[in-house]
T-cell receptor
Framework: AQSVTQPDIHITVSEGASLELRCNYSYGATPYLFWYVQSPGQGLQLLLKYFSGDTLVQGIKGFEAEFKRSQSSFNLRKPSVHWSDAAEYFCAVGVRAGNMLTFGGGTRLMVKP | DTAVSQTPKYLVTQMGNDKSIKCEQNLGHDTMYWYKQDSKKFLKIMFSYNNKELIINETVPNRFSPKSPDKAHLNLHINSLELGDSAVYFC????????????FGPGTRLTVL
């Protein structure tokens, strides 16, 4: 069965600093990988996704992620964090059967002024 | 226009009761989902449903059942509520296919006393 690990439960960065959120997955086949963001009291919004091709994918809000098969990782990055980026971030792996997503435990990002 | 809506937003009830949460999407999607987010923010797929099949996460108790009166609605029925059912429940929808973005509703916070 597939699984996703986000090693960092909380991360605090200063506004304007760079950000990297870690994600490791376990899946037997070529993974379908996603990053979602959840603002307080809200549902989830897709930031970006990877299926194949270029291993560096661009998403919304200035985020990007890099797929590294050798490390089973799909880390999310942003060069300069804004205060509005404070939220919970979820990495997920998807399977074709039922389009079902398996989520990691999430990383809460806090941004210092 | 709200893409995926859920009612009610909050639901407080006693142990042993039966309750329903409604979900509607106006995106014309053919696949809908229910997710459960527990108090530690861990997000787990419960069901995936389209007009072809229902896929159930094997960890979901059979007290939970999805009901779809039409393509735009997927309601969640819960029988004999237990304390451990307290969580936030999210509905989502997408076009069929794992590559398609899932759009999430705002969530329903269920509290079982």
């Amino acid at each position: 069965a597939q699984s996703v690990t986000q090693p960092d439960i909380h991360i605090t960065v200063s506004e304007g600093a760079s950000l990297e959120l870690r994600c490791n997955y376990s899946y037997g086949a070529t993974p379908y990988l996603f990053w979602y963001v959840q603002s307080p009291g809200q549902g989830l919004q897709l930031l970006l996704k990877y299926f194949s091709g270029d291993t560096l994918v661009q998403g919304i809000k200035g985020f990007e992620a890099e797929f590294k098969r050798s490390q089973s990782s799909f880390n999310l990055r942003k060069p300069s964090v804004h205060w509005s980026d404070a939220a919970e971030y979820f990495c997920a792996v998807g399977v074709r059967a039922g389009n079902m997503l398996t989520f990691g435990g999430g990383t809460r990002l806090m941004v210092k002024p | 226009d709200t893409a995926v809506s859920q009612t009610p937003k909050y639901l407080v009830t006693q142990m042993g009761n039966d309750k329903s949460i409604k979900c509607e999407q106006n995106l014309g999607h053919d696949t809908m989902y229910w997710y459960k987010q527990d108090s530690k923010k861990f997000l787990k797929i419960m069901f995936s449903y389209n007009n072809k099949e229902l896929i159930i996460n094997e960890t979901v108790p059979n007290r939970f059942s999805p009901k779809s009166p039409d393509k735009a609605h997927l309601n969640l029925h819960i029988n004999s509520l237990e304390l451990g059912d307290s969580a936030v429940y999210f509905c989502a929808s997408s076009q069929d296919g794992i590559r398609n973005e899932q759009f999430f509703g705002p969530g329903t916070r269920l509290t079982v006393l």
